[in-house]
């Protein structure tokens, strides 16, 4: 049996009433910076990772760069 979790609007606003007196009101706004930050980064982590892959699946196997010793 699968339980779901609903989140109405008084659980919402006690966590941002939590949120606020954890913080202050001055402090949020830095938060949100830096967690939008945060998830720029990641996303261009993993465009970096998939255009890495995607670049090394378009070279055949035999034609990869190789140094002669």
Same mark, same amino acid.
Do not use: Y
């Given at each position: 049996?699968? =339980?779901?979790?609903? %989140? !109405? =609007?008084?659980?919402i606003? @006690? %966590?941002? $009433?939590? %949120? $606020?007196l954890l913080?202050?009101?001055? &402090? %949020?706004?830095?938060? @949100?910076r !830096?967690?939008?930050?945060?998830?720029? #980064?990641? &996303?261009?982590g $993993? &465009?970096?990772?998939?255009?890495d892959?995607s #670049?090394? #699946?378009? =070279?055949p @196997?035999?034609?990869? +760069?190789?140094? +002669?010793?």
């Amino acid at each position: 049996m699968h =339980t779901v979790l609903f %989140i !109405g =609007t008084w659980e919402i606003v @006690a %966590i941002v $009433l939590v %949120i $606020l007196l954890l913080f202050g009101g001055k &402090k %949020i706004p830095e938060l @949100a910076r !830096g967690l939008g930050k945060g998830v720029k #980064s990641f &996303k261009q982590g $993993l &465009k970096d990772v998939e255009e890495d892959i995607s #670049s090394e #699946s378009d =070279t055949p @196997a035999g034609k990869e +760069d190789k140094k +002669d010793n």
